[in-house]
């Protein structure tokens, strides 16, 4: 593809974002962070993306190449349009199957995880704090953290059997997870103890230098868990 720059508007934790810039970073494809608060009312976002959705890529090529600047919305597309424009470094798996299970496992997150967890237990604890929407609902509060435990307790099986999330390759299975349980783990809603195969696996993927970037994040008046930035914990 014709080299060009990349600005990507997200909100450091959108779950969505996060996976997003860890591809970008596994990939070693340079970009410019522009953080967007998702909460308040933003023209450039909504003639970006109709949608008011994050995260959000634009790709500018270099001036003498005379090509269009393309924007790509919403982490799905940007996954796919990683992967096809570039293709040195692959993050779906070769493999045909377990590039399904990939596929699927995604799915799980922008679907299943989100409306399970994400819908109560962040929007309780981080988008009312943002929003000023008011002190939490307990009883959400206690949902979302027991449909959590549920995950957690399914990708404990799953890495109990497998090297990465999918199979045997790390794939944006992989990246859709960390990028959720990141916030999780800032917030510090995961007793690691309980999960040792999901612990390592996170170990490992924290430890990566794609996931840099995503130790320094700061969500305002909330101080991460004591080991948030420790790759050894």
Known sequence: MTACSRQLYHFAFDPHSRMVRLALGEKKLAFEEIPVRYWEP???????????LLPILVETPEQESGGQTHRICEDRAIMEHLEEAYTDIRLWPKNVNERAEARRLVGWF??????????LLLHEKMEKRLMGGGVPDIPAMKAGRDALKDHLRYFESLLAVRNWLAGHTISYADF?????????????????????????????????????????????????????????F
Request: negative net charge; proline residues 8%; aromatic residues 12%.
């Open 42 to 52: 933003d023209d450039t976002i909504l003639r970006l993306n109709p949608s008011g």
């Open 176 to 232: 859709a997870c960390a990028g959720q349980l990141s916030i999780l783990d800032y917030l510090d809603e995961i007793n690691w103890s309980r999960y040792p195969h999901l612990k390592t696996w996170y170990m490992v993927i924290k430890s990566r230098p794609c996931f840099r970037p995503l130790l320094n994040d700061k969500l305002p008046g909330v101080a991460p868990s004591a080991h948030y930035k420790e790759l050894d």
């Open 110 to 119: 922008e679907r299943k995880f989100d409306f399970e967890v994400n819908a």
